[in-house]
């Protein structure tokens, strides 16, 4: 057996030590949480939270606030007033604040009052200080979660049978606990059909934008919706739920980092003639959570960084490698 210098045993095993200190680097941009066992305390804080302000008056106002984590005890609050999105919110006024975590409390003052955070509940008071509700941490779930494939469809990837499915993709790759990593393009192609697919996003706390749970969903390789942690934002082509650099979602879906998430796509191909002139865009309906975000739109060219870009072939679904780690399990599509 070939003997090796102590000194060398010594050198691999502070390297292997300060890659793992590296890698769990909490205050890194690219750290990023997979399960809830790795996120930090923040984010049992961040989430939804909901309830009714001023119950049992003659103007009592439904409320909705998303708590969004931003590393080493900062939040940002986003408040609704008519409900969360998709919940009551009219998309009109929302209030944005931000704070840190001072002991137990996270106190969030705005010019209309204060919003107080503690034990998994909000205590909002007016600008004078009287206590008008509390709003419960709620975890919302999409309608349409966990939905089998009906018969006929094309099961591109059941997690339940995830060594048997990752076989339908090209680099098709699976964590220990059966679900399918991103940057992966299916063997088979499509024309028209109706897309399911579950995500689930990364906790990245310190990263922002663009950087924060990056992926995309290639309809037909060549048509992108965003995947994205968009959780509190805008909601922004760029972001979940938007046809990248073509067109917004008409409200923001994004649930938080960790929760699973589903996208229902109904597609179209564009048509062409049979002397290969364009007669049809193609169009995308999207739903996110089950609330339409896109509506029959007409894409007017494929997005750039898909697989292909000819419009007149059948395409295969292509899910984004952007240097984040998203999962995705349970998807299928229906051709019509």
């Known amino acids: 057996m070939k003997q090796f210098p102590i000194c060398a045993l010594f050198g691999c095993y502070v390297l292997l030590v300060l890659t793992q200190l590296s890698c769990a680097d909490t205050k890194s941009p690219k750290w990023a949480a997979t399960s809830v ?17 001023g119950e049992g008056s003659d103007d009592p106002l439904k409320y909705g606030v998303q708590v969004i984590a931003l590393g080493e005890g900062a939040f940002q609050a986003v408040g609704y007033p008519g409900g969360l999105p998709g919940d009551g919110w009219n998309q009109e006024k ?22 107080d955070l503690e034990d998994g509940k909000i205590t909002i008071f007016d600008a004078e200080g009287n206590k008008v509700g509390v709003l419960n941490k709620v975890e919302r779930k999409s309608p349409t979660l966990g939905k089998q494939a009906p018969e006929g469809a094309t099961v591109l990837f059941d997690s339940n049978q995830a060594e048997k499915t990752v076989k339908n993709f090209k680099n098709g790759r699976i964590t220990e606990d059966g679900l399918l990593k991103e940057g992966v393009t299916s063997n088979k192609t499509f024309k028209d059909g109706h897309l399911h697919l579950e995500f689930q996003l990364p906790f990245m706390p310190q990263a922002r934008g663009q950087g924060r749970s990056n ?6 390789g060549r048509y992108e919706v965003q995947i994205l942690d968009s959780f509190g934002l805008e909601g922004k082509d760029n972001e ?6 073509l067109g917004a979602p008409s409200v923001n879906m ?9 996208y229902d796509i109904d ?13 049809a865009k193609a169009r995308i309906t999207v739903k ?9 739109r007409e ?19 292509f899910l984004q490698d952007h240097s984040n780690p998203v999962r995705f399990r349970n998807i299928w599509v229906i051709e019509k």
């Not at 992926?215 to 037909?220: D, E, K, M």
């Not at 994004?254 to 589903?262: G, R």
């Not at 996110?288 to 029959?296: A, E, K, L, R, S």
Request: some cysteine; charged content about 25%.
């Open 37 to 53: 066992e790795e996120a930090s305390p923040d984010f049992q804080i961040q989430g939804e939270y909901s309830g009714i302000l």
């Open 94 to 115: 929302k209030v944005t604040v931000d704070s840190k975590k001072n002991g137990t409390v996270i106190s969030f003052q705005s010019e209309d009052g204060r919003g």
């Open 215 to 220: 992926s995309g969903c290639y309809v037909l």
């Open 240 to 245: 979940c739920g938007g046809i990248y650099k």
């Open 254 to 262: 994004c649930l938080p980092p960790l929760a699973w998430q589903t």
């Open 267 to 279: 597609f179209q191909s564009a048509k062409y003639d049979t002397d290969g002139n364009k007669t």
């Open 288 to 296: 996110h959570n089950g609330v339409t975000v896109q509506d029959d």
């Open 299 to 317: 894409i007017d060219e494929p997005t750039p960084g898909g697989t292909n870009k000819d419009e007149a072939m059948a395409g295969p679904l």
